[in-house]
């Protein structure tokens, strides 16, 4: 695998269920993102993590739930989502947090009933 | 805070025309400006950026973009489109010396007619 990895790609869930995403970036970079890409709105930059460390957690609501075991892996906890809460959500890493190149992965589109 | 506007949420084109998508942006301070493009079902990539030094800036695939801070902007130009390039692109800002968080515009999607 090359690049920035994202799983599942696809993603249908209940309101009162419990999953994960998945992102794994093989490129060594030391910083990563969650952004949530809504139709005909701009990306919204949900949580960065730095070495590991929570750098930025943009008044995203706590049935989403970041977690970084270590600087190739992010994962985004989700649990009693909303129906508006469907999105693509997109992971994206950097070299580290203030270099101005990030790259991304292609996705998991997030269907919630 | 920087904020980013893109002013044509579609642009239809023919094939082989020349296009260019605009992108305005606001900042107190200098910036970094990004386009980036997503082709149908992935995710972003990085077409092009200006850091600094010459205000024009050129992707491999035929795309150019133009710093220009008079007038805050950062247009994206094409002399000669194909099918290939039909797409959404994002302009994107960052702050010089700040913590890299990029500030993206609402989109441009791109359709190339045969």
């Known amino acids: 695998e090359t690049g920035v990895t994202q799983t599942p790609r696809h993603l249908v869930m209940g309101m009162t269920n419990k999953k994960s995403l998945k992102c794994e970036q093989h490129?060594?970079?030391?910083?990563m993102y969650w952004y949530k890409q809504s139709a005909k709105k701009p990306l919204e930059l949900m949580f960065v993590?730095?070495?590991?460390?929570?750098?930025e957690n943009n008044s995203v609501p706590s049935r989403f739930s970041p977690e970084c075991p270590n600087s190739s892996h992010l994962f985004l906890h989700l649990h009693t989502l909303q129906p508006e809460d469907s999105a693509l959500y997109l992971c994206?890493?950097?070299?580290?947090?203030?270099?101005?190149?990030?790259?991304f992965g292609p996705g998991t589109r997030l269907t919630v009933l | 805070a920087q904020s980013v506007t893109q002013l044509d949420s579609q642009v239809p084109v023919f094939e082989e025309a020349p296009v260019e998508l605009r992108c305005n942006y606001s900042?107190?301070?200098?910036?970094?400006l990004f386009w980036y493009v997503q082709y149908p079902n992935q995710g972003l990539q990085l077409l092009l950026k200006?850091?600094?030094?010459?205000?024009l800036v050129k992707s491999i695939n035929g795309f150019e973009a133009e710093f220009n801070k008079s007038q805050t902007s950062f247009h994206l130009r094409k002399p000669s489109v194909h099918i290939s390039d039909t797409a959404e692109y994002f302009c994107?800002?960052?702050?010089?010396?700040?913590?890299?968080?990029?500030?993206f515009g609402q989109g441009t999607r791109l359709t190339i007619n045969p």
């Open positions: 994206a890493s950097s070299q580290d947090f203030t270099y101005n190149e990030q790259f």
């Open positions: 490129l060594g970079h030391n910083a």
């Open positions: 993590y730095s070495l590991e460390e929570r750098v």
């Open positions: 900042s107190s301070v200098s910036v970094y």
């Open positions: 200006y850091l600094s030094g010459s205000t």
């Open positions: 994107a800002v960052s702050e010089v010396g700040g913590a890299q968080k990029l500030v």
